[in-house]
T-cell receptor, first 114, second 115 residues
Framework: AQSVTQPDIHITVSEGASLELRCNYS??????LFWYVQSPGQGLQLLLK??????LVQGIKGFEAEFKRSQSSFNLRKPSVHWSDAAEYFC????????????FGGGTRLMVKP | EAQVTQNPRYLITVTGKKLTVTCSQN?????MSWYRQDPGLGLRQIYY???????DKGDVPEGYKVSRKEKRNFPLILESPSPNQTSLYFC??????????????FGPGTRLTVL
């Protein structure tokens, strides 16, 4: 069955430290890949997306993600976390040419220590 | 401003009392969908619509209905709500020009509690 896994439910980092949020997917072929952020009480905002080409994708707010086909992973990174990055982060995938289903991972809640 | 709006934002109701959550987008998007968000499960798609009068089931359609009579509106209907439908609901839309590769724009969410 197709699935998206975010192994870390909660992550706490200190402000200024680096961050990596993990995402693994299970699909027959490489899907379209997305990272969304949900700030408290808000809807979801797209951080970045991967369709093809360069496997290192730059997004908004200083985030980047790297697609690794061999590992079926699409991990999100940020070199220096700010207190305003505290939020819940969702990895999502959409199969190519297979309808319109966007499948989300369970989310990772990021807390930032001062 | 391009946006997806939902109403109400918060709703507390009782089992069996029919309710409708409205969703409207002003971006002329053809594709719209509804998700529910539950802790640890992420967002799961309830229904989606490719265009006016075209709707289809997502992952968790049981207990829900939708309609798409106009391009901009996509209401979610709970004919007989039950406590297991207590959740946070999101409406989303996107341009269908490049199909599933396009970004989905999300509404602010509707927190529903069914007692």
């Amino acid at each position: 069955a197709q699935s998206v896994t975010q192994p870390d439910i909660h992550i706490t980092v200190s402000e200024g430290a680096s961050l990596e949020l993990r995402c693994n997917y299970s699909y027959g072929a490489t899907p379209y890949l997305f990272w969304y952020v949900q700030s408290p009480g808000q809807g979801l905002q797209l951080l970045l997306k991967y369709f093809s080409g360069d496997t290192l994708v730059q997004g908004i707010k200083g985030f980047e993600a790297e697609f690794k086909r061999s590992q079926s992973s699409f991990n999100l990174r940020k070199p220096s976390v700010h207190w305003s990055d505290a939020a819940e982060y969702f990895c999502a995938v959409a199969p190519r040419n297979a309808g319109n289903m966007l499948t989300f991972g369970g989310g990772t809640r990021l807390m930032v220590k001062p | 401003e391009a946006q997806v709006t939902q109403n109400p934002r918060y709703l507390i109701t009782v089992t069996g009392k029919k309710l409708t959550v409205t969703c409207s987008q002003n971006m002329n998007h053809e594709y719209m969908s509804w998700y529910r968000q539950d802790p640890g499960l992420g967002l799961r798609q309830i229904y989606y619509s490719m265009n006016v009068e075209v709707t289809d089931k997502g992952d968790v359609p049981e207990g829900y209905k939708v309609s798409r009579k106009e391009k901009r509106n996509f209401p979610l209907i709970l004919e007989s709500p039950s406590p297991n439908q207590t959740s946070l609901y999101f409406c989303a839309s996107r341009d269908s020009g490049l199909a599933e590769s396009n970004e989905q724009f999300f509404g602010p969410g509707t927190r529903l509690t069914v007692l």
